[in-house]
């Protein structure tokens, strides 16, 4: 009597570790690089402090979650490929930056981490998440970034970009927050000089217009 054998199933997951570690370090260089949540995360913690720190680092981290489930989904690239969306996004996170550097400059230097002045931590965090949000080269940075570690062989691509993405976060966290502790010490150490919480104002609102003058020069890919 014959015995029907099975063959067995070996299931390699989507991602090898080679290519996770890869990935991994590439973007870990390019959080190293000098960039917009660097400096956004640095202003806002020498500003209020490390809460203020902390607060837009997480900001970043779940706009990093938000921009990982629209590129698996493809939205970022429906968004992208549309130039008119592409513009109102610039725009409109251009003007909310100057807006930030407008009230950075109205605080008349009340800045410091004594003042009862501070802005809630909520608000910091929604400042980051939708500074993120609406900055259209984060989305070009998903949808062109992520893919280029994802293969159709290894099975699902959504769920590759999502595995990508969230590695990403992960590594976005860690960086993310022990720059927004190391930006608040700085920020603790300048409240010990009253006359430099007029500068910590215009250094915050000068990040701002800076970030809001890359936006506007940014081109929609061809």
Same mark, same amino acid.
Request: net charge positive.
């Given at each position: =009597?014959?015995?029907?054998?099975?063959?067995?199933?070996?299931?390699?997951? =989507?991602?090898?570790?080679?290519?996770?570690?890869?990935? #991994?370090?590439?973007?870990?260089?390019?959080?190293?690089?000098?960039?917009? /949540? =660097? =400096?956004?995360?640095?202003?806002?913690?020498?500003?209020?402090?490390? &809460?203020?720190?902390?607060?837009?680092?997480?900001?970043?981290?779940?706009?990093?979650?938000?921009? *990982?489930?629209?590129?698996?989904?493809?939205? *970022?690239?429906?968004?992208?490929?549309?130039?008119?969306?592409?513009?109102?996004?610039?725009?409109?996170?251009?003007?909310?930056? %100057? $807006?930030?550097?407008?009230?950075?400059? &109205? @605080?008349?230097?009340?800045?410091?981490?004594? @003042?009862?002045? /501070?802005?809630?931590?909520?608000?910091?965090?929604?400042?980051?998440?939708? /500074?993120?949000?609406?900055?259209?080269?984060?989305?070009?940075?998903?949808?062109?970034?992520? !893919?280029?570690?994802?293969?159709?062989?290894?099975?699902?691509?959504?769920?590759?970009?999502?595995?990508?993405?969230?590695?990403?976060? #992960?590594?976005?966290?860690?960086?993310? @927050?022990? %720059?927004?502790?190391? @930006?608040?010490?700085?920020?603790? $150490?300048?409240?010990?000089?009253?006359? *430099? #919480?007029?500068?910590?104002? $215009?250094?915050?609102?000068?990040?701002?217009?800076?970030? #809001?003058?890359? %936006?506007?020069?940014?081109?929609? !890919?061809?």
């Amino acid at each position: =009597m014959a015995v029907s054998s099975t063959s067995r199933l070996e299931i390699a997951p =989507m991602i090898d570790s080679g290519t996770l570690l890869a990935f #991994a370090g590439a973007v870990l260089l390019l959080f190293l690089s000098p960039g917009p /949540n =660097m =400096m956004f995360v640095l202003s806002h913690g020498i500003a209020h402090g490390s &809460r203020g720190g902390l607060a837009a680092a997480f900001g970043i981290v779940v706009a990093d979650i938000v921009l *990982t489930v629209l590129t698996a989904t493809g939205v *970022t690239a429906l968004i992208a490929a549309l130039p008119a969306a592409f513009d109102v996004l610039r725009v409109a996170g251009a003007l909310y930056l %100057l $807006w930030l550097a407008l009230q950075a400059i &109205r @605080s008349k230097g009340q800045l410091k981490l004594s @003042s009862g002045a /501070n802005i809630p931590t909520l608000e910091i965090f929604r400042r980051a998440l939708l /500074n993120s949000l609406l900055n259209p080269k984060a989305l070009l940075f998903f949808m062109l970034f992520l !893919p280029q570690f994802a293969s159709a062989a290894r099975g699902s691509v959504g769920l590759q970009l999502l595995t990508l993405g969230f590695v990403l976060t #992960a590594i976005s966290l860690a960086f993310h @927050s022990s %720059l927004g502790v190391f @930006s608040g010490v700085i920020g603790h $150490w300048l409240t010990r000089y009253p006359r *430099t #919480a007029r500068v910590q104002s $215009w250094f915050l609102a000068s990040v701002m217009v800076l970030l #809001a003058l890359r %936006l506007m020069l940014l081109e929609h !890919p061809n």
